[in-house]
């Protein structure tokens, strides 16, 4: 086992916060790229590929440097649902209730920083509740959160065990879906 070395979550990747179009221009929503919120997040598991609402070609182009790569992790950064943490699966735009951080590939491994961070829920919510009425936690505090990461070969190993659990946990789910969905089938007749 190697040593693990301490890192601000800031080091370990670039740190983007979302940002939602203005109401004075309606024409930036369309059906081209997800716009993901925290509404969104009861709908994933580890993955996000689609949300309930899309921006256009213009939307996105107005948006440019908030756009988020693939394998990037979002987490939720204010209110009730703070602390929470997706993966994107195709590139999106988040608004401003999201930070997200789209990993240095040569530092950390994607996979294993989602596990890190969904393992951290409790402090996240700890560091956003400052005493305000609505718990936050800025992108500048958000960025200094110290962590401790093991070596990449290490990391991966990690990740693959928990992704293959995380797998098995989805089919199950898929499994229970359709025993459910005969069952009330059965019943109906």
């Not at 401790?148 to 065990?161: G, H, K, T, W």
Request: glycine share 6%; with cysteine.
């Amino acid at each position: 086992m190697s040593e693990w070395k301490e890192y601000k979550l800031g080091q370990l990747g670039v740190v983007i916060t979302g940002k939602t179009p203005s109401k004075n221009n309606p024409e930036d929503w369309g059906d081209s790229m997800p716009f993901i919120t925290p509404s969104d997040y009861k709908n994933y598991r580890k993955m996000a590929s689609k949300s309930e609402r899309y921006l256009s070609i213009e939307g996105i182009n107005r948006l440019l440097n908030k756009i988020i790569p693939e394998k990037s992790i979002l987490v939720t950064c204010i209110g009730s649902d703070m602390g929470k943490i997706v993966m994107n699966a195709v590139p999106v735009i988040t608004n401003q209730q999201i930070n997200s951080i789209i990993p240095n590939k040569s530092i950390i491994d994607s996979d294993f920083l989602y596990y890190l961070l969904v393992e951290m829920y409790e402090t996240l919510r700890m560091y956003g509740g400052d005493g305000t009425a609505i718990p936050i936690l800025n992108k500048g505090d958000f960025e200094n959160i110290r962590v401790e990461i093991p070596s990449l070969p290490e990391q991966r190993a990690i990740a693959s065990v928990l992704s293959s659990l995380d797998d098995k946990i989805d089919l199950l789910h898929r499994e229970n879906k359709t025993l459910e969905a005969m069952a009330e089938t059965l019943f109906r007749q």
